[in-house]
Each structure stands twice: as C-alpha cells, then as structure tokens.
C-alpha cells in the first residue's frame, strides 16, 4: 500500500482506517478487523473523543496494542467537543485551550500511548478564539504530547484562518466525485496541508451495493441531488468504472488527497482493501467524464 508524507515527520498509509463504526461490542471482530487492516498494509488509525464518548478509542487502543509489536503504525485522533462519559452525552462545542489539554491527557490514557501521532481539531467555527485555539495545539507538540495537528472542518472561512495563522498538517472533510465541494478549497491550501477524504464511498452511495444503498438510504436524494438526479449520475459514473469505490479511490489519488474509510466489518474492510488494490490509474479524461457525470458543488455557507 502507497505511503503519504506529511509533515512533522509523520508517514500515513494512503489508505487509513476509520474507526468510529468498529463493532466495539464484539472484540473478538474488532481485533480481526485492525489485524487485517495492518497485515493489509494500513497503518493509519482515525478516531475521536466523541467517538462513542471515549469508548471508541478506549477499544482502538486495546486492539492496536496487541499489534503493537509486529507493526508499525500512528494513531489519529480529535478533540473540540466535550461530553459527559458517563452519561453519554454530548455538552457542547469547545474548542479552549484549558478543554483541549485536559482532553488529550483523557485521550492518552484511553489509547495507552505517550503521544498523539495527529490531533485534529473535530470541527470549529469563525467565532472560536482561533488563537487560543491554535496555540493550545502548537503547546502540546512543543510537549511532546502530539507530533503533529490539524483540522476536520467544511468551513471555508475556518480553514482560511487556520491556512494563513496555523501550522497544520491535514485537513479532514468529506471528499468523493459526488460530493466534490473540496475541490474549491484544494488551490487555497498551503503546499505542506494533505487533505484526508473521508466519507470516499458516500455512506455506501459509491459501493458494490449502490443500488440498494440508493433505494434505501437516498430516497430523497441528497445534497443538491434528487434521487432521480442520483441514481443517473450513479449509471455514468459505472460507465467510466464498473467498481465505484475504486474509481472514487483513484479520484481522491488524482487530487492529491489521502483516504479515511470507515468500516464495520471485516467484509467491509476486505471488499474496500480489494477496491484500493483494483483502484484505476485515472487519466485526464477519465477525470473529465466524472465531472460529467456529477454536480460542481461549492460551500454555500461560512465564506465571510
């Protein structure tokens, strides 16, 4: 599997695991899943605090740990929105600098690591205290506590602030041929920010099983799509590629943008990891006929 470059020092597999619908009951699975995943060669690891409220790195950790001699690997995760554990709840968003280093010292225990691979922010808005913000981050790697940080937000006017006033390693966002509207962020992007896509096969829009996804999931269609409008686009773009997860793989990989994949099973994983290895060398015009195919979206909100 390809590796990435990012900053910092850190090397990302171009392929990463997404964590949050790990069968975190059964971890018997859980352990099949990130085994697979290494053996595969991915060696990137996404999850969050809010995951689960903690669980979910708490199960990421212990899974990964048992791997943690055979192989090499980093470990991201997120912060910004506190909760309460113990009664499950989610408080509100905030992303100070008193909440973020409290949060992380959660993290790192709930991993079993000393240090945060990539600690993105999970979210932000223009009125955050940015600054406070950003240097709660810029402390932590001056600790030692992560080695690298950066942002998961659809805001063009928060990831402006955070290109011209951060240093930031990746920014994470929603990023598919459907759903496209990173594209008009890409140009504005320092040279030294990798884009992390998830979301690339669109909550199963772009799978093996796009037809059913589409019947039962999109019935009214989504983003500026109608369901009509969807189940067209979805016949155009099998006729560039007959396998949508990896044509969407090799449209990520043209745009320079690394990819998150979720699973929640070990099927899943396998049916993904076949995808990335079949995924196409895309050519200029095959990238055309896909814009062909779909909308040219773009941020209708947060610009100012």
Same mark, same amino acid.
């Given at each position: 599997?390809?590796?990435?470059?990012?900053?910092?020092?850190?090397?990302?597999?171009?392929?990463?695991?997404?964590?949050?619908?790990?069968?975190?009951? !059964?971890?018997?699975?859980?352990?099949? +899943?990130?085994?697979?995943?290494?053996?595969?060669?991915?060696?990137?690891? !996404?999850?969050?605090?809010?995951?689960?409220?903690?669980?979910?790195?708490?199960?990421?950790?212990?899974?990964? =740990?048992?791997?943690?001699? #055979? %192989?090499?690997?980093? *470990?991201?995760?997120?912060?910004?929105?506190?909760?309460?554990?113990?009664?499950?709840?989610?408080?509100?968003?905030?992303?100070?600098?008193?909440?973020?280093?409290?949060?992380?010292?959660?993290?790192?225990?709930?991993?079993?690591?000393?240090?945060?691979?990539? %600690?993105?922010?999970?979210?932000?808005?223009?009125?955050?205290?940015?600054?406070?913000?950003?240097?709660?981050?810029? #402390?932590?790697?001056?600790?030692?506590?992560?080695?690298? %940080?950066?942002?998961?937000?659809?805001?063009?006017?928060? +990831?402006?602030? %955070?290109?011209?006033?951060?240093? *930031?390693?990746?920014?994470?966002?929603?990023?598919?041929?459907?759903?496209?509207?990173?594209?008009?962020?890409?140009?504005?992007?320092?040279?030294?920010?990798?884009?992390?896509?998830?979301?690339?096969?669109?909550?199963?829009?772009?799978?093996?099983?796009?037809?059913?996804?589409?019947?039962?999931?999109?019935?009214? =269609?989504?983003?500026?799509?109608?369901?009509?409008?969807?189940?067209?686009?979805?016949?155009?773009?099998?006729?560039?590629?007959? #396998?949508?997860?990896?044509?969407?793989?090799?449209?990520?990989?043209?745009?320079?943008?690394?990819?998150?994949?979720?699973?929640?099973?070990?099927?899943?994983?396998?049916?993904?990891?076949?995808?990335?290895?079949?995924?196409?060398?895309?050519?200029?015009?095959?990238?055309?006929?896909?814009?062909?195919?779909?909308?040219?979206?773009?941020?209708?909100?947060?610009?100012?």
């Amino acid at each position: 599997m390809k590796n990435i470059q990012l900053k910092d020092d850190i090397s990302l597999s171009e392929f990463s695991l997404g964590c949050m619908n790990l069968p975190l009951h !059964d971890s018997d699975e859980m352990e099949r +899943i990130i085994g697979r995943a290494l053996e595969a060669g991915i060696t990137h690891f !996404d999850t969050a605090d809010l995951y689960q409220f903690g669980e979910n790195e708490k199960a990421v950790g212990e899974a990964l =740990g048992k791997f943690r001699g #055979d %192989y090499s690997f980093t *470990i991201g995760t997120k912060a910004g929105n506190e909760f309460d554990a113990a009664r499950k709840e989610k408080i509100g968003w905030n992303p100070s600098a008193s909440h973020i280093k409290e949060s992380i010292k959660q993290s790192l225990s709930r991993l079993g690591v000393e240090a945060i691979d990539l %600690y993105q922010l999970h979210g932000g808005t223009i009125e955050d205290n940015k600054d406070e913000t950003i240097g709660a981050f810029e #402390d932590l790697k001056q600790e030692g506590l992560i080695r690298s %940080y950066g942002i998961s937000s659809i805001r063009p006017n928060v +990831i402006d602030y %955070y290109m011209k006033h951060s240093s *930031i390693a990746t920014l994470m966002m929603q990023f598919n041929p459907i759903d496209n509207r990173p594209l008009e962020i890409l140009d504005g992007l320092n040279s030294d920010v990798r884009v992390l896509a998830r979301g690339p096969v669109m909550k199963g829009l772009l799978s093996n099983n796009a037809d059913k996804v589409l019947e039962n999931k999109f019935t009214d =269609g989504v983003l500026e799509y109608s369901h009509d409008e969807l189940k067209r686009t979805i016949g155009a773009l099998r006729e560039v590629h007959s #396998d949508l997860t990896a044509l969407s793989y090799a449209f990520l990989r043209h745009h320079d943008a690394a990819i998150v994949n979720g699973v929640s099973s070990l099927s899943q994983l396998e049916s993904n990891i076949d995808s990335y290895n079949r995924m196409p060398e895309l050519s200029q015009e095959d990238h055309d006929r896909i814009m062909s195919a779909v909308r040219l979206m773009k941020y209708e909100a947060h610009r100012a």
